[in-house]
């Protein structure tokens, strides 16, 4: 089986571990795994903000990086999201308009893919944590169950789930830096939703709500570790 | 329709009217008029004010309620908006109504306008009394509406009532009595 | 008014684009909101049994498949809207109404003015309507010197507090029983005690006068009929059934959206309407009106009935891609699932629409102009939960990515230059390393801890409220 892997720009800024640890994984589960050289960045941020112009020219290169028919492999429910829901919006009135379809139909998030094949990474991870439900993964990908089931598989590890997993966390892109404290508000309320399940970590399959969470909890005091859903299988 | 069938509806009807924290019986049309006094009776209202239906006479409602010292008054009643609704020191008011129709699996009565029935009477003072005949009784609301109306204009007003008159502007916590009846009864004639 | 949104045939038009004026304010109000932790308690309270009750309705109800049907009657009649306008105006005029169509609030409010002086009118009773909030009627009222009284408890103790609502259905969703006990202590000089009981019934004793003394009715419409021109109006407390029963005038203001074709669609929308708003399968009233008071009636019911048909921005929207903004039933379910609404309530918005659907509904309906049309739209993570949350499956999250790219602002316009900036670098993946690389040495640098404390530049808003960490898995 043979997979693409999107770094994600965000991984490649502030946590490269993350990309590395979602090849690790596929790799260990038995996926042949490509890393596009010319890839970048899927485009969502200036999508969300409302600058659909700039952001097709950066998701055209994204639509080039993964041409072909190897299904395409993202560690983010939001990029994935973008990829499956935006471009076909983005590119709709344009020339590239079918190749956005079909990368949409080949694109899955890291542990929707691992799950729907039946695969394992045969993570050696220990302890208890406590699953985030990122926005664009839970309600625009519609996947609840599958980072879960991909949790699961780990022996050693138990999920223990937080007070309003589902609710939004308050990073929302943009949203983060225009209405800051209405953002932080809502992080302090992910973080000691967390630390109170008493789980070692906080997991979830979008780096921007953890470092968001994780950024918030520091600075109002709350002790909490995060670690990605791709990090958590690669160990 | 079968009696069992409208047994059944019946059955639906009181259940979902308790869910609604209004509540129903079923009555025969002798015993209507006993009950519609005692209902009356128990809530203390003054005074009635009864669409001028035939069907009414003929149970013996406005007679029996009389007897029993209401004061009732048949529609149109021959009263400012203010003695209407109950201000000025009135006595306590009863609306009665003779329902259309009923839905079953909302606890839902649909009141007609008409002639002798006007558009406000159940909403005038705290109580409201509903005479219906069991064969108005329908499942749903769609049944209640559609085929009634195909083809001809409803009449000026049609009210879907389903229970007592409520609020829950305070608090979100819903509480019987904002501006409409605070109590409601349905007797459900069982031969009609 | 004017819309310049650009009408097409369909599919993804591009965007429209008007300029206003640059401003802070929704930042600041969301601030202040944020800080008055009465305000939040009382939301969180009545957002959570919204949320409980919702759940509850969504597995007792085939919610899902109405939900489906909704979309669909909603789409077919938003298509055929025209027709349907017509129709219904032909069939409220056989049964005695007069029918009016008004382009803008200004002329509804003119409408209603006039036609209270010419009927020597002194009080209208009003029952809860959003579109009269929306055109402003009751200062139109009072500034031509009428009296008018909101009727619907909510919305009444929200004119004694000179207020505005908070929420589509529960104006009043902000106050608590302490601060409404307070209101009408002041409003009476009479004691009263702080339970429900006895707040209501002051209210029921003290409307009744003017339900008695109203020499017309207002009432908005949730949903007309077209087949047989038939005004719904939906209520739990009374005050409708009064308003549109007792005066000898009765004027009904609708969105001229809200419009299904016959009673098989008006019967879905009779249920989930209820359902989505107070998680229940039935409001307890529903007046259906068609027209006057019947010759051969007597007693009660108007003589007149004036059906007022609002366009105010909502025709431009047909054959945009915002025309799906036209499928909501306003039943503020999406306020009740925001987040940001949930933190900062209605009022915040500046909009009587509040929550998702006033963030996008606003700015469209006021043509992308003014103030709160440049910020509303940017007041949303777009978590998506108002999809979840809407029972005509209105995509706001996409609604809102859209009038984000319509507006066009001085902090917009900076904004697209840096992304045009980004783009560029973006587009190349050597500018694109290149520049990865400078922001991970920067990062080193200033995290020579684990964390930065405060960014420069643009970061400095993500410092404002958190740390950043500078090595992953972050050490806290």
Redesign the interface.
């Known amino acids: 089986m043979r997979a693409l892997l999107m770094r994600t720009?965000l991984a490649?800024?502030?946590?490269?571990?993350?990309a590395r640890a979602a090849r690790g994984a596929l790799e260990r589960a038995g996926v042949q795994v490509l890393v596009p050289?010319?890839?970048?960045?899927c485009g969502q941020?200036?999508?969300?903000?409302?600058?659909?112009?700039?952001?097709r020219?950066?998701a055209?290169?994204t639509l080039r990086a993964f041409a072909g028919e190897d299904p395409v492999v993202v560690p983010s429910g939001s990029c994935a999201a973008m990829l499956v829901h935006g471009y076909p919006?983005l590119f709709?009135?344009d020339p590239e308009a079918g190749a956005a379809r079909a990368l949409a139909s080949r694109t899955l998030e890291l542990s929707q893919f691992l799950v729907r094949h039946d695969l394992s990474p045969g993570s050696g991870a220990s302890g208890a944590v406590t699953y985030h439900d990122s926005?664009?993964m839970?309600?625009?990908l519609g996947e609840r169950d599958s980072p879960r089931a991909a949790l699961a598989g780990v022996a050693g590890l138990e999920l223990r789930e937080m007070a309003d997993t589902e609710?939004?966390c308050?990073?929302?892109?943009?949203?983060?830096?225009?209405?800051?404290?209405?953002?932080?508000?809502?992080?302090e309320q992910k973080a000691r939703n967390a630390a109170a399940t008493g789980a070692d970590e906080l997991v979830a399959c979008d780096l921007s709500c953890l470092?968001?969470i994780?950024?918030?909890?520091?600075?109002v005091g709350v002790?909490?570790?995060?670690?990605?859903l791709a990090?958590v299988l690669a160990a | 329709m079968p009696a069992t069938e409208t047994d059944a509806l019946v059955a639906r009807l009181i259940g979902q009217l308790e869910r609604r924290r209004a509540s129903g019986e079923g009555v025969t049309a002798a015993e209507a008029a006993a009950a519609a006094a005692d209902r009356m009776m128990a809530w203390g209202a003054g005074r009635a004010v009864v669409p001028d239906d035939p069907w009414l006479v003929e149970l013996g409602v406005p007679a029996a309620l009389a007897a029993s010292g209401v004061e009732v008054l048949t529609w149109p009643p021959t009263l400012s908006p203010r003695e209407l609704l109950g201000l000025d020191g009135a006595p306590a008011t009863c609306g009665v109504t003779v329902p259309a129709a009923a839905v079953a699996e909302r606890g839902t009565l649909v009141l007609e306008s008409g002639p002798g029935h006007g558009r406000a009477l159940d909403v005038l003072g705290p109580f409201h009394l509903a005479l219906l005949r069991a064969s108005r009784v329908v499942d749903t609301l769609a049944e209640a509406l559609a085929p009634r109306f195909r083809g001809r204009r409803p009449p000026s007003a049609v009210s879907l009532v389903s229970g007592p008159s409520r609020t829950s502007d305070i608090e979100k916590i819903s509480t019987l009595g904002a501006h409409g009846a605070l109590s409601e009864h349905v007797l459900i004639v069982v031969d009609a | 008014m004017r819309l310049r949104v650009r009408r097409t045939s369909g599919?993804?038009a591009p965007p429209p684009r008007v300029a206003y004026p640059e401003t802070e304010a929704?930042?600041e109000r969301?601030?202040e909101a944020?800080q008055d932790d009465q305000l939040r308690g009382n939301l969180r309270a009545a957002a959570g049994s919204w949320a409980k009750g919702q759940a509850a309705v969504r597995e007792r109800y085939p919610f899902a498949e109405m939900r489906a049907e909704a979309r669909r009657i909603r789409t077919e009649d938003i298509r055929r809207l025209p027709e349907l306008l017509d129709l219904l105006e032909e069939r409220v005029r056989a049964a005695g109404g007069t029918v009016v169509r008004v382009a803008d609030g200004e002329a509804a409010c003119r409408y209603v003015v006039e036609l209270a002086r010419r009927r020597g009118a002194r009080l209208l009773a009003k029952s809860k309507s959003m579109a009269t909030e929306e055109i402003k009627l009751n200062e139109a009222l009072e500034e031509a010197g009428l009296r008018v009284v909101e009727t619907d408890l909510g919305e009444w103790i929200l004119q004694l507090r000179g207020d505005h609502p908070s929420h589509i259905i529960a104006p009043a969703v902000h106050l608590n029983r302490d601060q409404i006990a307070d209101l009408f202590r002041r409003h009476s000089g009479e004691e009263i005690p702080n339970d429900r009981e006895a707040l209501i019934a002051y209210a029921r004793r003290r409307l009744r006068e003017d339900f008695a003394a109203a020499d017309i009715g207002v009432s908005g419409v949730n949903l007309a009929v077209a087949e047989t021109g038939t005004l719904c109006v939906m209520e739990n407390e009374g005050n409708v059934r009064l308003v549109t029963a007792l005066p000898p005038v009765h004027v009904a203001l609708l969105g001229m959206e809200r419009v299904v074709a016959d009673w098989e669609e008006a019967a879905l929308f009779l249920e989930l309407l209820p359902m989505a708003a107070i998680n229940d399968d039935a409001a307890t009233y529903v007046s259906l009106i068609t027209g006057t008071r019947a010759p051969d009636e007597a007693g009660d019911g108007p003589t007149e009935l004036h059906l007022v048909i609002l366009d105010g921005g909502r025709s431009a929207l047909r054959g945009t891609p915002f025309e799906e903004a036209l499928h909501c039933i306003r039943c503020g379910a999406c306020l009740y699932s925001c987040?940001?609404w949930r933190?900062?309530g209605g009022q915040a918005y500046g909009s009587p629409y509040s929550g998702p659907i006033g963030a996008v509904i606003t700015p469209l309906l006021e043509g992308m102009r003014g103030e709160r049309s440049s910020e509303l739209?940017?007041?949303?993570?777009?978590?998506?939960?108002c999809?979840?949350a809407c029972p005509v499956g209105i995509p706001l999250?996409?609604l809102l990515?859209r009038?984000?790219?319509?507006?066009d602002t001085p902090a917009?316009r900076r904004?697209?230059l840096a992304?045009?900036a980004?783009?560029?670098l973006?587009?190349?993946?050597p500018t694109?390393r290149a520049s990865?690389a400078l922001?991970?040495i920067g990062?080193a640098v200033m995290g020579r801890r684990g964390?930065v404390r405060r960014l420069p530049g643009?970061g400095a808003?993500?410092t404002?409220?958190?740390?950043?960490?500078s090595r992953?898995?972050?050490?806290?």
């Open positions: 720009c490649d800024l502030a946590a490269p571990a993350v050289r010319r890839q970048t960045c941020p200036a999508w969300s903000a409302g600058h659909p112009e700039q952001a020219a950066v055209r290169r919006e709709a009135d926005c664009h839970l309600r625009i609710v939004c308050g990073f929302g892109g943009t949203f983060a830096l225009s209405f800051p404290e209405v953002s932080g508000s809502l992080g470092l968001h994780v950024g918030r909890a520091r600075r002790p909490l570790r995060a670690r990605h990090e | 599919g993804t929704l930042r969301a601030r944020l987040p940001m933190s900062v739209p940017f007041f949303s993570s777009l978590c998506g939960a999809h979840q999250h996409d990515v009038a984000r790219a319509a507006v917009s904004a697209r992304f045009r980004w783009s560029i973006w587009r190349w993946p694109y990865v922001a991970r990062l964390w643009p808003a993500w404002d409220q958190r740390d950043l960490p992953w898995p972050p050490h806290p």
